[in-house]
């Protein structure tokens, strides 16, 4: 895949979570990890975002092991810290503070200069109607688009 194809995304995220405020993170990784990421094999079903002394570290996300890592290989699911300035970190922190909200992993993308990047955003977890209600909107525009296209 080239820099520009990957593109790995949170499905469940923007179902879940109402999204308010995002950032664009930097990710610390190591050799074989990147390198993973730019074959796209990464996931971020069931990962979540916390504000530990300062800094954001990002749980759960799953990274493959890279196949001609060897040795040299990463732990899957090992916490990774996320790069943000101390203005979006007092931000971040300040938001998942407030009861109902929580900090999502969007997606992860490679820039251009080459470095993988972590969109996160601030969301607020939705109530089971409100699931249903963009379950019922999703079906009714692709009902639209079905008429449309005749």
Same mark, same amino acid.
């Given at each position: 895949?080239?820099?520009?194809?990957?593109?790995? !995304?949170?499905? =469940? /995220?923007?179902?879940?979570?109402?999204?308010?405020?995002?950032?664009? /993170?930097?990710?610390?990784?190591?050799?074989?990890?990147?390198?993973?990421?730019?074959?796209?094999? /990464?996931?971020?079903?069931?990962?979540?975002?916390?504000? +530990?002394?300062?800094?954001?570290?990002?749980?759960?996300?799953?990274?493959?092991?890279?196949?001609?890592?060897?040795?040299?290989?990463?732990?899957? =699911?090992?916490?990774? !810290?996320?790069?943000?300035?101390? !203005? +979006?970190? /007092?931000?971040?922190?300040?938001?998942?503070?407030?009861?109902?909200?929580?900090?999502?992993?969007?997606?992860?993308?490679?820039?251009?200069?080459?470095?993988? =990047?972590?969109?996160?955003?601030?969301?607020?977890?939705?109530?089971?109607?409100?699931?249903?209600?963009?379950?019922?909107?999703?079906?009714? =525009?692709?009902?639209?688009?079905?008429?449309?296209?005749?």
């Amino acid at each position: 895949m080239k820099a520009s194809q990957v593109n790995i !995304k949170n499905k =469940k /995220a923007h179902f879940n979570y109402e999204i308010g405020d995002t950032f664009t /993170a930097g990710i610390v990784l190591t050799g074989t990890e990147i390198k993973s990421i730019r074959d796209g094999k /990464a996931s971020l079903t069931d990962s979540y975002c916390m504000v +530990e002394n300062g800094e954001v570290w990002v749980k759960g996300m799953h990274i493959s092991e890279y196949f001609y890592g060897s040795y040299n290989n990463h732990s899957v =699911k090992r916490d990774r !810290k996320l790069l943000l300035n101390k !203005k +979006e970190i /007092a931000k971040i922190s300040k938001s998942a503070l407030e009861p109902g909200f929580t900090i999502v992993p969007i997606r992860i993308f490679i820039s251009e200069k080459g470095y993988a =990047k972590l969109v996160i955003g601030i969301g607020r977890g939705k109530k089971q109607y409100d699931k249903r209600q963009s379950i019922k909107e999703r079906e009714d =525009k692709r009902n639209i688009d079905r008429f449309m296209k005749r």
